[in-house]
Nanobody
Framework: QVQLVESGGGLVQPGGSLRLSCAAS????????MGWYRQAPGKQRELVAY???????NYADSVKGRFTISTDKDKNTMSLQMNSLGPEDTAVYYC?????????????WGQGTLVTVSS
């Protein structure tokens, strides 16, 4: 079984920064594509940032130039550096990974971490 544990959420003032982390544990052979999603109150979950197994990245237009996704495959971790945060970034953030295990692959989600941007 593979689990993802997120950390780094919290309350930050507008214009501030936060760094979210996601650590995968379990019998992992390899990490493939990974991403961060968020869900604001009353809204659908949306993709924030995405990184392929080859390292290509993609960002939602709303966060381009402000957020940076990165991975450390040796440590099975992924991070999201968020700068110039605004109230519109307030949401529960979820990490997602496609994990290769013995005999196949899994789509795994983290439990979510709340980011609140407010003065």
């Amino acid at each position: 079984q593979v689990q993802l544990v997120e950390s780094g959420g919290g309350l930050v003032q507008p214009g501030g920064s936060l760094r979210l982390s996601c650590a995968a544990s379990g019998r992992i052979f390899r990490l493939n594509a990974m991403g961060w999603y968020r869900q604001a109150p009353g809204k659908q979950r949306e993709l924030v940032a995405y990184i392929t197994g080859g390292g290509s990245t993609n960002y939602a237009d709303s966060v381009k130039g402000r957020f940076t996704i990165s991975t450390d495959k040796d440590k099975n971790t992924m991070s999201l550096q968020m700068n110039s945060l605004g109230p519109e970034d307030t949401a529960v953030y979820y990490c997602h990974m496609n994990v290769v295990i013995t005999g196949g692959s899994l789509e795994v989600w983290g439990q979510g971490t709340l980011v609140t941007v407010s003065s």
